[in-house]
């Protein structure tokens, strides 16, 4: 049985997210060993406590929960399977959690992997941004073994709040493409209500406070149309990620025989900022779509 003192937690990635995850795993009394592939951007976690590996082999000999969350499928699969991964020199019966937005086929491919190795795969995408990563508020949709999940439940609930097992390994990354999916529509509504607003000489901040909590309430409109309205656009959530995260959903929905026009035309604006230069800017940055 895992328990806090018994267990030592891997993670790589610290980045936006993964960051404040870290954190939240410290101040919950675990032991953190971290690797990213800029040592830097995880100076002031070592500052607070955790410590350092210098590749996911080093890593991967050292903890018995490893807690993943990178850039796309590809780091995923290099991090995982890579003759310096994360499957190939880890430990028996240790238990791996990948948090990033991959795709549903490499999460079964990463499962299948460690049941050769005897070591324990979910696959656990996030989400609500960096807001719910640094409150520890995260939703957290989970494929794999149930019994894998249970085990490590208690982990979850220090980085998250709504934390749901939805079936068998992939689950929990296609679970992750019906959010995206949701939001890429969403954010299309959110941006033309608050130009609308400006528009027709509203003081958009009061139209929040009108309809954040009505009908038409969704978390984007809550915690980024304010973000919009104040001209930041500093990043909770890459916009390169989000276009990674459609471009995954709309090829999952071509395997399944599914129209999903909602989702391209959001995929086709987003890109579009993308070229312009916003690749890095926060998803609420589709506002200068309409600018």
Not at 247 to 266: F, H, R, S, Y
Request: proline share 3%; charged share 20%; net charge negative.
């Amino acid at each position: 049985m895992l328990t806090v003192e018994n267990t030592v937690i891997g993670f790589v990635g610290t980045g936006v997210m993964g960051k404040s995850m870290v954190r939240n795993l410290l101040k919950a009394g675990y032991s953190v060993i971290v690797y990213n592939r800029t040592k830097e951007k995880a100076a002031d976690l070592l500052d607070e406590g955790a410590k350092w590996a210098d590749s996911p082999k080093e890593l991967a000999g050292k903890a018995n929960v490893i807690i993943t969350i990178v850039g796309y499928p590809s780091d995923v699969e290099e991090v995982y399977l890579g003759e310096n991964g994360l499957i190939p020199n880890g430990k028996e019966n240790t238990y791996l959690i990948d948090t990033t937005t991959s795709t549903p086929s490499l999460a079964v491919k990463i499962f299948n992997k460690a049941k050769e190795h005897n070591m324990k795969a979910l696959d656990a995408p996030v989400s609500g941004g960096d807001i719910g990563a640094r409150d520890g508020k995260l939703s957290i949709m989970v494929g794999g073994d149930e019994e894998d999940f249970i085990e490590v439940k208690p982990i979850f609930h220090v980085l998250g709040a709504n934390i749901v097992f939805q079936g068998k390994a992939g689950s929990g990354q296609h679970t992750k493409m019906c959010n995206q999916i949701t939001i890429a529509s969403n954010m299309i509504g959110v941006c033309e209500a608050v130009i609308y607003a400006e528009k027709a000489g509203l003081d958009p901040k009061k139209v929040l406070m009108s309809i954040s909590s009505g009908a038409a309430g969704s978390w984007s409109l809550s915690n980024l149309a304010p973000r919009m309205i104040d001209g930041d656009f500093n990043p909770g959530f890459y916009i390169k990620h989000f276009i990674k995260d459609m471009n995954i959903a709309l090829q999952e929905a071509v395997n399944m025989g599914m129209d999903t026009p909602g989702l391209l035309l959001a995929k086709k604006m987003y890109a579009e900022l993308a070229e312009q230069g916003e690749e890095n800017s926060g998803t609420q940055a589709l506002y200068k779509y309409w600018k």
